[in-house]
Nanobody, 124 residues
Framework: VQLQASGGGLAQPGGSLRLSCALS????????MGWFRQAAGKEREFVGGITRDGGRTLYGDSVKGRFTISRNNAKNTAYLQMNTLSPDDTAIYYC??????????????????WGDGTQVTVSS
């Protein structure tokens, strides 16, 4: 299984970006999918996750109300819609698939496979 994140780039404060995470070599419907980010000099942070059928989402406190995760299993792809971006959102964003099929949380050490990451920079 391989994951490829895309859609990063430069955005202005208050702007939006949409990231995609394409899974190959398997079926995305088998996995919960998560997004994490890592800013320079900081630890990897949970952004959000989505259940296998897309029926439930989880978000980190710093992005609640601004970011939305969705998925299209027919396309083997998950998405991260990021709105009202701030410079604090600047980081490399990674998608991952969870080794667990259920649970109230998603953590970095629980992820089975990771994508390479895509850089998001928020600056005026």
């Amino acid at each position: 299984v391989q994951l490829q994140a895309s859609g990063g780039g430069l955005a202005q404060p208050g702007g939006s970006l949409r990231l995609s995470c394409a899974l190959s070599g398997g079926s995305s419907r088998q996995y919960r999918m998560g997004w994490f980010r890592q800013a320079a000099g900081k630890e990897r942070e949970f952004v959000g996750g989505i259940t296998r059928d897309g029926g439930r989402t989880l978000y980190g406190d710093s992005v609640k109300g601004r970011f939305t995760i969705s998925r299209n299993n027919a396309k083997n792809t998950a998405y991260l819609q990021m709105n009202t971006l701030s410079p604090d959102d600047t980081a490399i964003y990674y998608c991952a698939i969870d080794r667990r099929i259920s649970g109230a949380t998603m953590t970095a050490d629980g992820m089975l496979y990771w994508g390479d990451g895509t850089q998001v920079t928020v600056s005026s």
